[in-house]
């Protein structure tokens, strides 16, 4: 089992930055793909980023490339996602989630993540 606790969202200006951090539990969180999604009111929950198991692979939507980049700690047991030149669309609760297994590429379907944090709100404002 892994537990997920998200931090860093908060009220920003549109342009600004955020650092949003996902602290797991457990030790065995090398073993396991990470992916940053994001649900804003209106709309289904959406995939943001993903970082395979050793962080040497990273995808993003293409609505945050240039923008958002993930990494991870396997000592520290974090995976964090700097979003920087934020937009008021960017606004959204943002939720970080683990699925199992060293794929090279980790998924962007929410149905194939095991664990969900219970996310964090982050509000650009324009």
């Known amino acids: 089992q892994v537990q997920l606790v998200e931090s860093g969202g908060g009220l920003v200006q549109a342009g600004g930055s955020l650092r949003l951090s996902c602290a797991a539990s457990g030790r065995t969180f090398s073993s396991y793909a990470m992916g940053w999604f994001r649900h804003a009111p209106g709309k289904e929950r959406e995939f943001v980023a993903s970082i395979n198991w050793n962080g040497r692979n990273t995808n993003y939507a293409d609505s945050v490339k240039g923008r958002f980049a993930i990494s991870r700690d396997n000592v520290k047991n974090t995976v964090n996602l700097q979003v920087n030149d934020l937009k008021p669309e960017d606004t959204a609760v943002y939720y970080c989630?683990?699925?199992?297994?060293?794929?090279?590429?980790?998924?962007?379907?929410?149905?194939?993540?095991?664990?969900w944090g219970q996310g964090t709100q982050a509000t650009v404002s324009s």
């Open positions: 989630a683990a699925k199992y297994g060293t794929m090279w590429n980790a998924p962007n379907a929410p149905s194939e993540y095991d664990y």
